[in-house]
């Protein structure tokens, strides 16, 4: 299992963002599909998740309404469109997956998962 997590950058506030999450060595479309972000100083958020086919989807409450899972099993992605982007977004943001065919439960630690990759890097400033 491999995850490598791009996209990020700086950006504006009020700007828009795509991060993207290539997977391999696994049977993506066999599992659910995370985003978290862990901004300075502050503890693990879960930002989106999303089923394995792609129909269910989950956001973490400062992600709603502004950010959209989506995913690509044909070609093991998954996406991450980040709109109205505010300052507090700033952080590192993970893909991650666990082998478990169902929604991981909510640990609050990036260990809690299988597996994520290295992270990209966003951040919201002027």
């Known amino acids: 299992f491999q995850l490598q997590a791009y996209g990020g950058g700086l950006v504006q506030p009020g700007g828009s963002l795509r991060l993207s999450c290539v997977a391999t060595g696994f049977p993506f479309d066999d599992y659910w599909m995370y985003w978290v972000r862990q901004a300075p100083g502050k503890e693990l958020e879960r930002v989106s998740d999303?089923?394995?086919?792609?129909?269910?989807?989950f956001y973490g409450d400062s992600a709603k309404g502004r950010f959209t899972i989506s995913r690509d099993n044909d070609k093991n992605m998954v996406y991450l469109q980040m709109d109205t982007l505010k300052p507090e977004g700033t952080a590192l943001y993970y893909c991650?997956?666990?082998?478990?065919?169902?929604?991981?439960?909510?640990?609050?630690?990036?260990?809690?998962?299988?597996?994520w990759g290295q992270g990209t890097q966003v951040t919201v400033s002027s």
């Open positions: 999303i089923s394995s086919g792609g129909l269910v989807t």
């Open positions: 991650a997956t666990s082998r478990v065919h169902f929604r991981q439960p909510w640990g609050g630690a990036l260990s809690d998962y299988d597996y």
